[in-house]
């Protein structure tokens, strides 16, 4: 690889392009926080529905919620390179609107290493869920989900503070 190449700041693979996981044992611990955000797109009736508490298989965003947080705990177990880290808070926040959900999810922690993984995992578990609670009703006639979408995922935002 050559100085300009973008490869050589791959963190996860050593010099011959093998994968590894990235030794942070020599780092300091810090304060971490990340935040994401995603939406998933529902029919006008189906977000009536979770709005109304109507859904056939409960609370849709309650549900959701725990979903999320799990999988902020469980990312290591399902990212191949993540590590485990503490996970000291975790903040979720739904926004519905007329035909989407949208969820914001924040993480933090104290250790040697970002949150920013933990944080996707939660958005996108999150409304996974919300799809499965409500997939029944967003169905067409064919079975198909042609209304409903998953997009916009992304980390907002990525903090460290040196520990006093």
């Given amino acids: ?30 304060a971490r926080r990340a935040v994401a955000e995603g939406t998933i797109h529902l029919q006008p009736s189906t977000v009536a529905a979770i709005r109304a508490d109507d859904v056939e298989k409960g609370d849709v965003l309650a549900t959701a919620r725990v979903g999320a947080v799990q999988a902020v705990k469980h990312t290591w177990e399902t990212i191949p390179m993540c590590h485990q880290i503490p996970i000291t808070n975790v903040e ?8 989407r959900v949208h969820l914001t999810v924040a993480v933090e922690t104290t250790g040697k290493t970002g949150c920013e993984m933990e944080a996707l ?17 967003e169905k067409n006639a064919d ?20 520990l006093n």
């Fill in 143 to 162: 079975g198909e989900y042609p209304d409903t979408a998953i997009r916009d995922v992304r980390v907002t935002e990525k903090t460290k503070r040196e």
């Fill in 92 to 99: 979720t926040t739904f926004e519905v609107g007329d035909d």
């Fill in 1 to 30: 690889m050559s100085e300009d190449d973008p490869a050589d700041d791959l963190t996860h693979t050593d010099e011959s392009g093998s994968v590894q996981m990235v030794d942070v044992g020599d780092k300091p611990d810090t």
């Fill in 121 to 137: 995992e939660g958005v996108t578990t999150g409304l996974n869920v919300v799809w499965d609670m409500v997939k029944a009703a």
